[in-house]
C-alpha cells in the first residue's frame, strides 16, 4: 500500500516562501505522475503542480512555485515563493499511475492521497 505523507506547512506573511515535501513510500516518485492539489474551506480541491518527466503548473501559481522530486529520497517537494492570501489551503499531495485514463490535472485520476498539510498566509 502506498503512503504519502506531507510536511512543510505553516503560517507566513504574503510575499513569504514555504517549501512542502511529500515523503512516498515504496519507489513510486520515478514511476508515477506526482501532483500537489490544495483546497480552501468551501472550496473544491484544485490542481497546483504535477510532475513526470517534466512539471506542469496551473496558471495561477506557475512563476511563483516549483515542483521537483528527488527519486532517492522519494520524495516530492513544493517549493513556494511569493506567497499570496489566496494560497491559503490544505495542500494534498498525491500519486497516480502514469497508464490511467485521464489528465494530471484532474483530480479523479490520482489512485494515492496524502493526509494534507496547512498552509496559511496572512496579509
Known amino acids: 500500500q502506498v503512503q504519502l505523507v506531507e510536511s512543510g506547512g505553516g503560517l507566513v506573511q504574503a510575499g513569504g516562501s514555504l517549501r512542502l515535501s511529500c515523503a512516498a513510500s515504496?519507489?513510486?516518485?520515478?514511476?508515477?505522475?506526482m501532483g500537489w492539489f490544495r483546497q480552501a474551506p468551501g472550496k473544491e480541491r484544485e490542481f497546483v503542480a504535477a510532475?513526470?518527466?517534466?512539471?506542469y503548473y496551473a496558471d495561477s501559481v506557475r512563476g511563483r512555485f516549483t515542483i521537483s522530486s528527488d527519486n532517492a529520497k522519494n520524495t516530492v517537494y513544493l517549493q513556494m515563493n511569493g506567497l499570496k492570501p489566496e494560497d491559503t489551503a490544505v495542500y494534498y499531495c498525491?500519486?497516480?499511475?502514469?497508464?490511467?485514463?485521464?489528465?494530471?490535472?484532474?483530480?479523479?485520476?490520482?489512485?494515492?492521497w496524502g493526509q494534507g498539510t496547512q498552509v496559511t498566509v496572512s496579509s
Open positions: 510532475i513526470y518527466w517534466r512539471t
Open positions: 498525491a500519486a497516480r499511475s502514469p497508464n490511467s485514463g485521464g489528465t494530471y490535472y484532474t483530480r479523479s485520476g490520482y489512485d494515492y
Open positions: 515504496g519507489r513510486i516518485v520515478s514511476s508515477y505522475i
